[in-house]
């Protein structure tokens, strides 16, 4: 029996993916994934394979429409064996597709696309006792402060719900956290979603660092 002639059978994957604005797919022609046929082996004598089953058809788009054919079905084997239709999915929100399917039919809209579509998020401070802070400072310190008493420390958030969690840490001159402050919800919000608040900071002796962090839950 020659083994280099032995039958096979295969299933095929088809995907067509359009969803720019005011795209359609007009399917008026053929699409196919269907299975391989099983054959016999070289002899004509040993027993062949049965047909592979269909593989997948999927069409994404605004709009699926067309009068043609798509085909995912089980291919011919020996015997009869016929290969397992396999899946022709549609998913479109203007389904008007009216040509033939062969193998099991699957419908939807399609999934939506999970884009970040406002940029990355960030929050700094941008001024101190309503100094304004340089974002690209050349020296440390920023500001110098010569006051005991709480002082305004203004913080702005870009691309952050107005629901999130604002704290402004305060390191002392070694690093070691001074205090925690928690700040005011988000407000002042402008069309390019910049939004404020501000916290009242009493800042220790000597040196000092801000440190900003934000949480929220989408």
Request: proline share 7%; charged share 10%.
């Amino acid at each position: 029996m020659d083994r280099a002639a032995e039958p096979q059978a295969q299933g095929l994957l088809s995907v067509v993916r359009a969803l720019s604005v005011g795209t359609n797919i007009i399917a008026n022609g053929t699409i196919s994934a269907n299975g391989g046929s099983g054959g016999v082996y070289a002899d004509r004598v040993t027993v062949g394979a049965g047909g592979g089953s269909g593989g997948a058809v999927r069409l994404v788009a605004n709009t699926i429409a067309g009068t043609g054919v798509l085909s995912a079905k089980g291919g011919t084997g020996y015997g009869g064996a016929v290969g397992g239709r396999g899946i022709v999915r549609l998913e479109a929100a203007t389904l008007s597709f009216v040509g033939s399917v062969q193998g099991t039919l699957a419908e939807a809209t399609p999934f939506p696309l999970l884009l970040p579509t406002a940029g990355s998020p960030s929050a700094k401070v941008i001024s101190i006792n309503g100094v304004a802070i340089n974002p690209n400072p050349a020296a440390f310190p920023d500001i110098m402060v010569n006051t005991t008493s709480a002082i305004p420390v203004v913080i702005q958030a870009h691309n952050i719900p107005t629901t999130a969690t604002i704290n402004l840490t305060i390191l002392n001159q070694n690093g070691v956290p001074d205090t925690v402050i928690p700040a005011p919800p988000l407000g002042n919000c402008d069309p390019d979603n910049f939004c404020t608040t501000t916290v009242d900071v009493v800042f220790p002796f000597g040196a000092s660092r801000g440190l900003t962090r934000v949480t929220w839950t989408q």
